[in-house]
């Protein structure tokens, strides 16, 4: 519905009067205060956007309930999924996963004295996704693994894990390497 350019400034300047409705509902939902001003925003730029689409604008307070509820819903839905895949360190936790990230690297410079660039590349590529992902961006990249985990979406014990796993696979590929190429000389 195409509205003229007075009545949609009118609209306008009625949604912009109806911020304390928007604040009154995310209290009655109980939106934690640091996350208030960002979702009012939101709740705002859409109710700008769709203001001529609304019929009867007698209606206007209904129509912000539903917008504010359904943001507020999909924010929250949001801001729990980031939370559940935090991870949170004590003091002494950050420093063993230095000292864990240390020791990698340093296994990462052992394997680098044997073999290539390339044949690195070829075996970390065999690796099952994520795996090449993961040692790519941790060795290549330099990036740690907490914010990897950041990064992907995936929980930080499970980059862990998988990056344990993938060191384990390259040590037994390694290892069949070794043994093929012993097998190649006595030949």
């Known amino acids: ?89 004590s003091p002494e936790e950050w420093e063993r996963e230095e000292f864990r990230e240390s020791e990698a690297i340093l296994v990462w410079d052992i394997i680098d004295g044997y073999f290539d660039d390339s044949d690195i590349y070829e075996l970390v590529e065999k690796l099952k996704y994520p795996a090449p992902q993961i040692i790519r961006l941790r060795f290549v990249d330099g990036f740690m693994l907490k914010e990897i985990s950041e990064m992907l979406g995936l929980k930080y014990n499970t980059v862990k894990t998988i990056e344990y796993r993938a060191f384990k696979q ?12 012993e097998d190649d000389i006595e030949a």
Not at 13 to 42: H, M, N, T, W
Not at 170 to 181: A, F, R
């Open 1 to 89: 519905m195409t509205l003229p350019s007075k009545e949609l400034e009118e609209r306008k300047d009625l949604l912009c009067d109806q911020l304390g409705l928007v604040k009154d509902a995310l209290s009655f939902f109980r939106v934690p205060e640091k996350y208030k001003d960002d979702l009012i925003q939101e709740i705002f730029i859409v109710a700008y956007k769709n203001i001529d689409k609304i019929n009867d604008i007698s209606k206007l307070n209904s129509w912000l309930y539903k917008i504010s509820y359904r943001k507020m819903l999909s924010f929250m839905q949001k801001q729990r999924a980031l939370n559940e895949r935090e991870v949170l360190y």
């Open 170 to 181: 390259l040590k037994q590929m390694i290892e069949n390497e070794g043994k093929e190429s």
